[in-house]
């Protein structure tokens, strides 16, 4: 079946609601109550549901924890994922040290620098290796997600090496857009974009 | 008018992608075109620049210049934006280093932190103020953007007071759904959220 990317891309949204949910001891929400969260409309969340069966009952709304089972499940969400992180910067530093990935699965495994001053570096529990030995160490230990933290000059040739190696999803922190083969996800971390959506409004209380 | 915050986030991809037009050489696009580098439908394109205004003509497609200069001017693009940095580790300090801030007119002017050891020591051209005195800082040399890059268990109480200092738009890099008012725009920077769009696609393949 062929799920539309938009729908896909807002099931974490809804993954995060839920989970907002549970630690509040909700128990049951409503399409109407579950929109208002996520600035959707009702019958948006149905359709979106739709695709992955059926969930909730005539009336009586969604089962918060089983909703957030299936969805979890769903988005591959109930496993661990390894991550090879390329560039141990400042920005790469920050990114180990990061305390939002492991409690929802996601491990890095593998930190390479091309800076011999950094190779060798313990970071947390990592020892920063030669990016000369990315192809080697990820045959060696292979990883699912690449982390690209490198200077903007240098990521399409990274990306490159990385999707070679067999890596079929890419983070990409460096400012520029990737070009990958049809099989590779890209996801760009662009605080840029972010805050260009809201100046519109900014300009609005100032004129 | 009220147009749908929808309309309005799609927006800067437009400005992204016109951007690599003129870099290009291209002079006209069509919204087929623009569609297909988008991953939107050309009747969309069509409906979210009508709210606007005309652009393009009949049959004749979009100057690239001149549609680019028009979103720029409506985003709000066209001028600088002031911005204060709370929290300066490993992640703040490469936000400061960050080279795309610049050329697209955002312009961090004060960075605070807690930390006695941090206070005081300059970072890029900044020098870091006590988080303390914020309010008294933002009274003498106001911004509009507020950037918070602390810790989980800090960054509500930051937003707090950025929000009561006047800022009313907020980057946020903590791991946390910030809490404020309506008048107030918040975008979190958020990679857990990215991965949870690509794992989707990996279980796939590995299924």
Request: glycine fraction near 8%.
């Amino acid at each position: 079946m062929d799920i539309p990317a938009v729908v896909i891309s807002r099931l974490p949204l809804y993954v995060q609601a839920l989970e907002a949910m549970v630690q509040r001891g909700e128990h049951v929400v409503s399409s109407q109550r579950l929109g208002e969260e996520l600035g959707v409309t009702p019958a948006q969340i149905r359709k979106d549901l739709s695709y992955f069966g059926r969930f909730g009952r005539q009336g009586r709304g969604y089962n918060v924890a089983e909703l957030l089972q299936a969805l979890r499940r769903i988005l591959g969400l109930d496993r661990q994922w390894l991550m090879a992180l390329v560039g141990v910067g400042r920005l790469g530093r920050a990114i180990v040290a990061y305390e939002g990935f492991a409690p929802q699965g996601f491990r890095i495994v593998h930190a390479f620098d091309v800076d011999p001053k950094i190779i060798g570096q313990r970071v947390n529990s990592l020892v920063v290796k030669d990016v000369a030995v990315l192809e080697e160490a990820l045959a060696q230990e292979p990883v699912d997600i690449g982390i690209v933290a490198v200077p903007p000059e240098a990521a399409q040739a990274v990306i490159d090496r990385l999707v070679g190696a067999g890596v079929r999803a890419i983070l990409n922190y460096a400012p520029i857009a990737a070009r990958v083969p049809a099989w590779v996800q890209v996801r760009r971390i662009d605080p840029v974009l972010a805050l260009q959506t809201m100046t519109y409004y900014l300009k609005q209380g100032r004129e």
